[in-house]
């Protein structure tokens, strides 16, 4: 299954969980989750995909997908997840960072 169709089909079971940081930044900026919901399922393609080290995870490369659309009222969000393993829950999709579009993000 392609990527970005695990992704949506995470978000529509409601498989998702958001850092504190995502959190912050979406009172910063008004969005509500499913603003950010209705960007993914939106979505047409996964801008990039980041190797990132995790510090938490001693240094292992894990991958982000960033992902920018727009929610059903034309706000353009972009959203930096990953997809995880948790106990015996499948998968959810992480939210890292969730907030509106800017010319340099």
Known sequence: METLDRIKRLVLCGS????YKA??????????ASDVYEAIVNAQRIFKVLNSRSRLRGG?????????????EGTLIYTKGKIVTEGNREYYYIFI?????????
């Open 97 to 105: 960072s969730a907030k509106i579009n800017t010319i340099d993000s």
């Open 23 to 32: 959190r912050d930044e979406m009172r910063l900026e008004g969005i509500k």
């Open 60 to 72: 292992l490369r894990e991958k982000l997908y960033v992902i920018k659309s727009f929610s059903f």
């Open 16 to 19: 998702v969980r958001f850092t």
